[in-house]
């Protein structure tokens, strides 16, 4: 066979889990210049340069975790190498990630016209995952940029932190203008999520071959209720840790917020609204209800995997706070059977690093009011669903297609999510049954703690190729990063 017809790589005998199937295949897949272009039961090794043997390990595509923060507590260049190596060792391949001005981040304001460019050369050749970015207009100027953002760097997303105008990241605080970076007569208030959300139903009416990846996030939450429950659970000495954490900001405020955004959406024709990391029965039901009462809203619901995994009485406490809080065992319970009955869309970490110095008060390290919010598990994100997802009785193309095909769409990766003819050949191989114990001090990311800390997980990743190169195998990740910006507008553009 000549050089020019051979593929670059067989992987042969893969338990293939693809989204739309019932079952799980044992299939080779070649590859050629980075997509997957033959599938079938048998491809002769002589058809190609490179053969890897697989091993009848299951196949998932490459997950793509829609919810990722870089840079946050750390330089962008830096956490974004440390940190899609966490991804790449949890078999992630696309890493989408939030990203707003003011403090943390760039820590600068301004115009996304100058800001972003700065993010995007800070970003090429740090990541090991492919990567692309949901960005926050904060200041009124960014409701204007929404059309460069989208047509000149393929920006189709974007999102409001509900709670932002009145309450800090990590608690109380009366300097969100500062916080912020805006200026002190302008608002992060309601009306300006409103003003966001017409400008989206504007680009979306310009670009009508797009309109269907043309989204807008919101962590909903409503700054009142947390600024008026923190401060009597602050008094309260009979709460402490998590329990405390998830009092102050209750979840009828998650509800309340998820109700007054899906007016808005209803009342500026903003179609598609995701509702992210949904944390409480009661959030879940607000969500429900607002999708019977506006049915032409497209809504997506998400859930994270750390709101599946732990809950107030997990003893890492200040290591887990995070926003919205970790809820109670009925919450994260509730969560799963939402999961389980196909009423949440996508799965993510919300990764967010930040260091166990910066985490937690030196002097007072069991305070959760004085730890910083967030925390990393990009790298527990397959092996998380896949550990407790199994013990539910969920299947494994469930799975695929929570972790990797439903945010492909939504987000307009149209080349991730499935293992099939044409499309990247981005694949995760997983030993369902390799049962290990979670060790921050064997993750890649810099955090140096996880709040999975013990947690034993069934369904061990074991490599993960990104577009046909193999970037992590057996504990290692392999090479230099490759990682590529994805530019989201463009296939929609053209198609």
């Known amino acids: 066979m000549s050089e020019a017809f051979l593929l670059d790589l067989i992987i042969k005998n893969v338990r293939v889990v693809r989204p739309h199937n019932d079952t799980v295949e044992l299939l080779d897949l070649g590859i050629k210049n980075g997509k997957f272009i033959e599938i079938a039961p048998h491809i002769s090794p002589d058809k190609s340069r490179q053969v890897f043997d697989a091993r009848n390990l299951l196949g998932f595509p490459g997950v793509v975790d829609a919810h990722m923060h870089i840079g946050i507590y750390q330089p962008l260049e830096e956490d974004a190498v440390t940190e899609s190596k966490a991804a790449a060792m949890g078999g992630v391949t696309t890493s989408l990630n939030y990203i707003r001005t003011g403090q943390y981040y760039l820590n600068k304001g301004g115009s996304y016209k100058d800001f972003f460019p700065e993010v995007l050369a800070l970003s090429a050749g740090n990541f090991f995952v492919d990567y692309s970015y949901h ?22 997303s974007f999102k409001i ?38 400008g989206l139903t504007r680009l979306r009416e310009a670009y009508p071959a797009a309109r269907d990846t043309i989204s807008l996030s919101l962590h909903c939450e409503v700054a009142e209720i947390l600024n008026a429950y923190t401060k009597i659970v602050e008094n309260d000495s009979s709460l402490s840790g998590l329990k405390a954490y998830s009092a102050a900001r209750p979840p009828h405020s998650e509800g309340l917020a998820i109700c007054i955004a899906s007016y808005l959406a209803h009342e500026t024709n903003c ?32 859930v994270t995997v750390g709101h599946l995994l732990l809950d107030v009485d997990t003893p890492n406490s200040t290591w887990a706070k995070v926003n919205p809080p970790i809820r109670p065992r009925a919450d994260v319970e509730y969560l799963w059977q939402a999961v389980l009955n196909h009423q949440v869309d996508w799965i993510v970490s919300d990764h967010a690093c930040c260091s166990a110095e910066q985490k937690r008060s030196p002097k007072d390290p069991n305070n959760i009011w004085l730890a910083k919010s967030g925390f990393g598990g990009t790298e527990y994100l397959l092996s998380g669903v896949l550990s407790e997802g199994s013990k539910r009785g969920m299947s494994y ?9 439903n945010p492909s769409r ?7 999510g499935d293992i099939a003819i044409g499309y990247d050949a981005d694949l995760v191989l997983v030993n369902p049954t390799e049962t290990f114990v979670v060790r921050a001090a064997e993750s890649e990311s810099q955090q140096g703690y996880t709040p999975f800390e013990g947690a034993e997980l069934t369904g061990r990743v074991k490599s993960t190729f990104l577009r046909g190169n193999l970037i992590y195998n057996n504990g290692q990740v392999l090479g230099s990063p490759t990682g590529r910006y994805l530019k989201r507008s463009h296939s929609a553009l053209n198609a």
Do not use: C
């Open 135 to 156: 960005i926050a207009p904060i200041a009124k100027q960014h409701i204007e940029e929404i059309p460069l953002l989208f047509e000149e760097y393929g920006v189709s």
């Open 161 to 198: 932190f509900m709670f932002y105008g009145g309450y800090g990241l990590h608690g109380l605080s009366n300097q969100q203008n500062l916080f912020l970076m805006i200026n002190k007569e302008e608002r992060y208030d309601f009306a300006h999520f409103e003003f966001i959300m017409r």
């Open 271 to 302: 179609a598609n609204i995701n509702l992210l990391h949904l944390s409480s029965r009661k959030a879940m039901e607000a969500a429900l209800t607002m999708q019977t009462a506006f049915p032409h809203i497209n809504f997506r619901r998400e």
């Open 397 to 405: 193309n469930h799975m695929a297609k929570l972790l990797s095909w």
């Open 410 to 416: 939504r987000f307009g990766l149209l080349e991730k």
